[in-house]
């Protein structure tokens, strides 16, 4: 009993002994913040948190630590889950059982804590690195080239540029964005070449038809338009055929145009030549005067013709004329006709045909009975080859002769003609009596008109019937008295 109490009270004095001399222990711990990658294994991780042993606030350097690092009371490291971005929490503990032996001295035990991130940036996988699509595409996605997937977020933020309708004919860059909720970003980008296969087309402006003049050169300039889907109106790039216009006929000529692309269109037309140049006669002079005595049938008409002008070659042997000249005074007209085969063209000529010669008149005596009631022109005549109707043009000056006294007298005969030349003469009127008018109508060199003859037939006439009358009546008394 006394050895058992004396031990007692010798390790009681040993144990005050070292306490006295073992000032304090405790345990730093260092890396509790640990971030495990999305998906991966926390095995790989749980070894980052170290805690150091101090001994009388100086490190032990030679200690030999070892860990328990499952965790207690709730915070464990098997419920540390790395497919949910989440903060977790486990218990660790520190133990020196070798060189020092604290014990469950100070800050043995640590919270650390273990935070899933998500450092990966999203995948965007592009499907082909080129493009081609035509300018004629209504739309297109940029995105439907790619395939883009992160590890841990269905739902990320993705933009590209341009946009469908930014693109420009020809190469175009796609560049494709993605971020995911953790901020990760990730850029790809692909080519899009913008091929332009559509052909401008050709418009027919005007509804004319294509008919052209002989011999003319053609502008078929405003005629047709052209119009590109990329380029828009390309007017200015269509190119027109020469159109030969030597011969008349129906042709086929192709327009063509190329787009900046290089697409061409080639439209068929249809060019009609014609002669529509109607030939011009041109004359020398257009009225003439000519003689009525002229010789109609030898007299060269095409002397007047001075120049045919036309869109083709004159042929003369198409000239030829009409006319309704005759010989006699008058306005006559002489119709050129010229016909090139297409179109036919007159010119008129007019002629006047007309006397040179003034009309003549008798200038014999004229013998009248004194106090006769006669007009002169019973008693004139006057002639004129050319003009049937020169008696209507005679004027008479008869204002010196004296009807009612018997003696010479002179008087002015005026005549014109159709053709507009006149003449004038004197003729002696000479007024007989009774006895001479007598003597000089028995002498066969009567000057008198038939109206005068007629009266003088007349009255001899009733003076003889008169006298046979006398004559009947009384030998008629003489029967009956016997």
Known sequence: ??????????????????????????????????????????????????????????????????????GDWLRYLKDVDSTQLKDYYVWYKAYENDLYCPGTCIDYKCLVQFKIVDNDKPVIKILNDELTISSNVISFDPLSNVSIFDNCDKEIEIEYSPKFEEFKNGLNTIKIYAKDKAGNEAEASYNVNVVDQTIPYILKTKTDDLVFDLGSKPN??????????????????????????????????????????????????????????IPEIELSKETDILNYKVDINNFNFLRYVKKI??????????????????????????????????????????????????????????????????????YVKVTDPSDPNILTSVIIDDDNVNYYKEGNYLASIYAINSSGISTEEKVEVKVLNKKDYAKYMNSGEVNFNTNDYIIYIMASSIIVILIAFVVFIIVLKKKKKI
């Open 309 to 378: 002008t036309d869109n083709d070659h004159i042929n003369y042997n198409y000239l030829t004329y009409e006319t309704n000249l005759e010989n006699k005074v008058g306005t006559y007209y002489v119709r050129f006709k010229y016909d090139d085969g297409s179109n036919y063209v007159y010119k008129d000529l007019i002629l006047k045909l007309v006397s040179f010669d003034k009309p003549n008149i008798d200038t014999s005596s004229i013998k009248v009975l004194v106090g006769s009631f006669i007009d002169l022109k019973d």
């Open 220 to 277: 078929l300039e405003g005629y047709f338009e052209a119009y590109d889907d990329l380029d828009g109106n390309i007017t200015n790039k269509i190119n027109y055929p020469t159109i030969k216009t030597d011969k008349t006929g129906e042709y086929t000529y192709d327009l063509t145009v190329i787009d900046s692309s290089g697409n061409k269109t080639t439209e068929t037309i249809n060019v009609t030549i014609k002669d529509l140049t």
């Open 1 to 70: 009993m006394k050895k058992t109490i004396l031990f007692l009270i010798i390790f009681l004095i040993t144990f005050i002994s070292l306490d006295i001399h073992a000032t304090s222990f405790k345990f730093v711990w260092e890396n509790t913040l640990v971030e495990v990658p999305f998906g991966d294994s926390v095995e790989k991780y749980k070894d980052i948190p170290v805690a150091h042993l101090y001994v009388d606030n100086k490190i032990a350097e030679d200690a030999k630590i070892t860990y328990n690092r499952d």
